[in-house]
Protein backbone atom coordinates (compact mmCIF):
# COMPACT_ATOMS: atom_id res chain seq x y z
CA UNK A 1 0.00 0.00 0.00
CA UNK A 2 3.29 1.91 0.20
CA UNK A 3 2.34 5.25 -2.03
CA UNK A 4 6.27 6.34 -2.77
CA UNK A 5 8.90 3.60 -1.39
CA UNK A 6 12.32 3.63 -1.83
CA UNK A 7 15.43 0.75 -1.54
CA UNK A 8 16.99 0.81 0.26
CA UNK A 9 16.52 2.40 3.41
CA UNK A 10 19.98 2.68 4.79
CA UNK A 11 23.20 2.76 2.44
CA UNK A 12 27.06 2.60 3.88
CA UNK A 13 29.96 2.39 1.10
CA UNK A 14 33.19 3.82 1.29
CA UNK A 15 34.71 6.27 -1.32
CA UNK A 16 35.11 5.54 -5.10
CA UNK A 17 32.31 3.04 -5.49
CA UNK A 18 29.30 3.30 -7.53
CA UNK A 19 25.56 2.85 -5.80
CA UNK A 20 22.00 3.09 -6.99
CA UNK A 21 18.83 3.74 -5.30
CA UNK A 22 15.83 3.26 -6.28
CA UNK A 23 11.84 4.59 -6.06
CA UNK A 24 8.80 2.90 -7.11
CA UNK A 25 5.23 5.26 -7.22
CA UNK A 26 1.53 3.18 -7.45
CA UNK A 27 0.02 6.17 -7.02
CA UNK A 28 0.11 6.82 -11.25
CA UNK A 29 1.31 9.91 -11.53
CA UNK A 30 3.43 11.48 -14.64
CA UNK A 31 6.36 13.33 -12.69
CA UNK A 32 8.87 12.20 -10.20
CA UNK A 33 11.86 13.92 -8.20
CA UNK A 34 15.18 13.49 -6.69
CA UNK A 35 15.66 15.60 -3.62
CA UNK A 36 18.71 15.67 -1.35
CA UNK A 37 18.59 16.42 2.53
CA UNK A 38 22.05 17.72 3.62
CA UNK A 39 23.30 17.46 6.89
CA UNK A 40 21.82 20.98 7.99
CA UNK A 41 18.56 19.45 6.75
CA UNK A 42 18.01 21.42 3.76
CA UNK A 43 16.53 19.97 1.27
CA UNK A 44 17.18 20.66 -2.39
CA UNK A 45 15.57 19.60 -6.06
CA UNK A 46 17.84 17.59 -8.14
CA UNK A 47 15.97 15.88 -10.85
CA UNK A 48 12.65 15.89 -12.32
CA UNK A 49 11.20 13.66 -14.60
CA UNK A 50 7.80 14.10 -16.55
CA UNK A 51 6.97 11.09 -18.08
CA UNK A 52 10.13 9.28 -18.32
CA UNK A 53 11.54 12.82 -19.82
CA UNK A 54 14.36 14.76 -17.64
CA UNK A 55 12.79 18.69 -17.48
CA UNK A 56 15.10 19.83 -14.53
CA UNK A 57 18.35 19.06 -13.86
CA UNK A 58 20.01 21.27 -10.83
CA UNK A 59 23.42 22.18 -10.07
CA UNK A 60 24.09 18.21 -9.64
CA UNK A 61 27.60 16.60 -10.71
CA UNK A 62 27.23 14.32 -13.85
CA UNK A 63 28.37 11.68 -11.30
CA UNK A 64 24.95 11.46 -10.57
CA UNK A 65 22.41 9.86 -13.24
CA UNK A 66 18.72 9.08 -13.03
CA UNK A 67 17.21 6.66 -14.73
CA UNK A 68 13.24 6.27 -15.37
CA UNK A 69 12.42 2.78 -17.17
CA UNK A 70 8.87 3.42 -16.70
CA UNK A 71 6.61 6.35 -15.47
CA UNK A 72 6.42 4.50 -12.29
CA UNK A 73 10.11 4.18 -11.46
CA UNK A 74 12.59 6.75 -11.62
CA UNK A 75 16.22 5.17 -10.25
CA UNK A 76 19.34 7.32 -8.71
CA UNK A 77 22.69 6.03 -10.13
CA UNK A 78 25.88 7.29 -8.22
CA UNK A 79 29.43 6.76 -10.09
CA UNK A 80 32.45 7.42 -7.82
CA UNK A 81 30.91 8.52 -4.55
CA UNK A 82 32.90 11.13 -2.46
CA UNK A 83 32.04 11.86 1.14
CA UNK A 84 30.12 14.92 0.09
CA UNK A 85 27.93 12.78 -1.14
CA UNK A 86 26.67 11.76 2.28
CA UNK A 87 22.97 12.62 2.99
CA UNK A 88 19.19 11.48 2.81
CA UNK A 89 17.74 11.29 -0.84
CA UNK A 90 14.45 11.74 -1.36
CA UNK A 91 12.04 10.77 -4.11
CA UNK A 92 8.71 11.89 -4.36
CA UNK A 93 6.19 11.88 -7.12
CA UNK A 94 3.17 14.54 -8.24
CA UNK A 95 -0.14 14.05 -10.53
CA UNK A 96 1.62 16.11 -12.90
CA UNK A 97 4.07 18.71 -12.78
CA UNK A 98 3.39 21.80 -10.34
CA UNK A 99 0.55 19.70 -8.51
CA UNK A 100 1.00 18.33 -4.69
CA UNK A 101 4.08 16.33 -4.30
CA UNK A 102 4.08 12.94 -2.22
CA UNK A 103 7.66 11.73 -0.73
CA UNK A 104 9.28 8.44 -0.15
CA UNK A 105 10.39 7.84 3.47
CA UNK A 106 14.27 8.56 2.19
CA UNK A 107 17.62 6.72 1.59
CA UNK A 108 20.13 7.70 3.80
CA UNK A 109 23.52 7.53 2.18
CA UNK A 110 27.10 6.99 4.08
CA UNK A 111 30.24 7.55 2.56
CA UNK A 112 33.24 6.61 4.45
CA UNK B 1 15.04 32.79 -8.10
CA UNK B 2 12.74 31.42 -5.39
CA UNK B 3 13.95 32.13 -2.38
CA UNK B 4 11.86 30.74 1.25
CA UNK B 5 12.34 31.55 4.46
CA UNK B 6 10.85 30.14 7.62
CA UNK B 7 10.39 32.20 10.93
CA UNK B 8 10.51 30.95 13.52
CA UNK B 9 13.87 28.06 13.43
CA UNK B 10 12.70 26.46 16.17
CA UNK B 11 9.22 27.06 18.86
CA UNK B 12 8.61 25.28 21.78
CA UNK B 13 5.13 25.70 23.27
CA UNK B 14 3.11 23.91 26.02
CA UNK B 15 0.35 21.30 24.80
CA UNK B 16 -2.83 23.27 24.22
CA UNK B 17 -1.28 26.34 22.65
CA UNK B 18 -2.73 27.67 19.53
CA UNK B 19 0.18 28.67 17.11
CA UNK B 20 1.80 30.15 14.25
CA UNK B 21 4.64 28.80 11.92
CA UNK B 22 5.66 31.28 9.26
CA UNK B 23 6.72 31.17 6.00
CA UNK B 24 8.19 34.23 3.19
CA UNK B 25 8.78 33.89 -0.27
CA UNK B 26 10.41 36.12 -2.54
CA UNK B 27 8.89 35.30 -6.21
CA UNK B 28 5.62 36.14 -5.41
CA UNK B 29 4.36 34.75 -9.30
CA UNK B 30 3.34 31.01 -7.73
CA UNK B 31 0.11 29.37 -8.49
CA UNK B 32 0.03 27.24 -5.17
CA UNK B 33 2.22 26.88 -1.66
CA UNK B 34 2.59 23.45 -0.16
CA UNK B 35 3.41 22.50 3.57
CA UNK B 36 4.95 19.44 4.78
CA UNK B 37 5.61 17.80 8.38
CA UNK B 38 8.91 15.87 8.99
CA UNK B 39 9.54 13.38 12.00
CA UNK B 40 12.77 12.49 12.57
CA UNK B 41 14.44 10.41 10.70
CA UNK B 42 11.21 10.04 8.50
CA UNK B 43 9.93 11.21 4.94
CA UNK B 44 7.96 14.23 4.35
CA UNK B 45 3.98 14.20 4.83
CA UNK B 46 2.15 16.57 2.72
CA UNK B 47 -0.17 18.96 4.84
CA UNK B 48 -1.57 21.17 3.23
CA UNK B 49 -1.75 22.41 -0.71
CA UNK B 50 -2.94 26.30 -1.51
CA UNK B 51 -3.72 27.40 -4.84
CA UNK B 52 -3.12 30.66 -5.35
CA UNK B 53 -6.57 31.33 -6.10
CA UNK B 54 -7.18 30.39 -2.41
CA UNK B 55 -6.21 32.28 0.79
CA UNK B 56 -7.47 29.76 3.12
CA UNK B 57 -7.05 25.78 3.06
CA UNK B 58 -8.14 23.80 6.29
CA UNK B 59 -7.44 20.26 7.25
CA UNK B 60 -8.43 19.45 11.08
CA UNK B 61 -6.91 21.59 13.52
CA UNK B 62 -4.75 23.26 10.54
CA UNK B 63 -5.35 26.36 8.85
CA UNK B 64 -2.95 27.39 6.14
CA UNK B 65 -3.11 30.78 4.45
CA UNK B 66 -1.32 32.77 1.81
CA UNK B 67 -0.57 36.09 0.85
CA UNK B 68 1.08 36.27 -2.77
CA UNK B 69 1.13 40.19 -2.40
CA UNK B 70 3.38 40.22 0.73
CA UNK B 71 4.71 36.76 -0.57
CA UNK B 72 4.11 35.02 3.22
CA UNK B 73 2.07 31.86 3.96
CA UNK B 74 1.39 31.39 7.82
CA UNK B 75 0.50 27.66 9.44
CA UNK B 76 -2.13 28.39 11.54
CA UNK B 77 -2.13 24.58 14.55
CA UNK B 78 -4.88 25.38 17.05
CA UNK B 79 -4.87 23.27 19.97
CA UNK B 80 -1.22 21.86 19.83
CA UNK B 81 -0.64 18.50 20.94
CA UNK B 82 2.69 16.63 21.57
CA UNK B 83 1.98 14.31 18.76
CA UNK B 84 2.11 17.45 16.30
CA UNK B 85 6.30 17.72 17.44
CA UNK B 86 8.16 17.91 14.07
CA UNK B 87 9.42 20.14 11.66
CA UNK B 88 7.34 21.87 9.46
CA UNK B 89 8.57 22.87 5.90
CA UNK B 90 6.97 25.38 3.39
CA UNK B 91 7.68 25.12 -0.26
CA UNK B 92 6.99 27.42 -2.95
CA UNK B 93 7.94 26.85 -6.66
CA UNK B 94 10.00 28.73 -9.03
CA UNK B 95 8.80 28.29 -12.52
CA UNK B 96 12.01 29.28 -14.45
CA UNK B 97 13.17 28.12 -17.86
CA UNK B 98 10.00 26.25 -18.79
CA UNK B 99 10.58 24.15 -15.68
CA UNK B 100 8.41 23.83 -11.89
CA UNK B 101 10.43 22.80 -9.45
CA UNK B 102 10.17 23.17 -5.28
CA UNK B 103 12.28 25.68 -3.08
CA UNK B 104 12.28 24.51 0.61
CA UNK B 105 12.51 26.72 3.60
CA UNK B 106 14.74 25.30 6.73
CA UNK B 107 11.81 24.52 8.16
CA UNK B 108 10.45 25.48 12.24
CA UNK B 109 11.18 22.70 14.29
CA UNK B 110 8.10 22.66 16.93
CA UNK B 111 8.26 20.48 20.00
CA UNK B 112 4.94 20.67 22.05
CA UNK B 113 5.42 20.11 25.75
CA UNK B 114 3.18 17.94 27.86
Known amino acids: DTAVSQTPKYLVTQMGNDKSIKCEQN?????MYWYKQDSKKFLKIMFS???????INETVPNRFSPKSPDKAHLNLHINSLELGDSAVYFC???????????FGPGTRLTVT | KQEVTQIPAALSVPEGENLVLNCSFT??????LQWFRQDPGKGLTSLLL?????REQTSGRLNASLDKSSGRSTLYIAASQPGDSATYLC?????????????FGKGTKLSVIP
Open chain 2, 91 to 103: AAPYSGAGSYQLT
Open chain 2, 27 to 32: DSAIYN
Open chain 1, 27 to 31: LGHDT
Open chain 1, 49 to 55: YNNKELI
Open chain 2, 50 to 54: IQSSQ
Open chain 1, 92 to 102: ASSPHEGSEQY
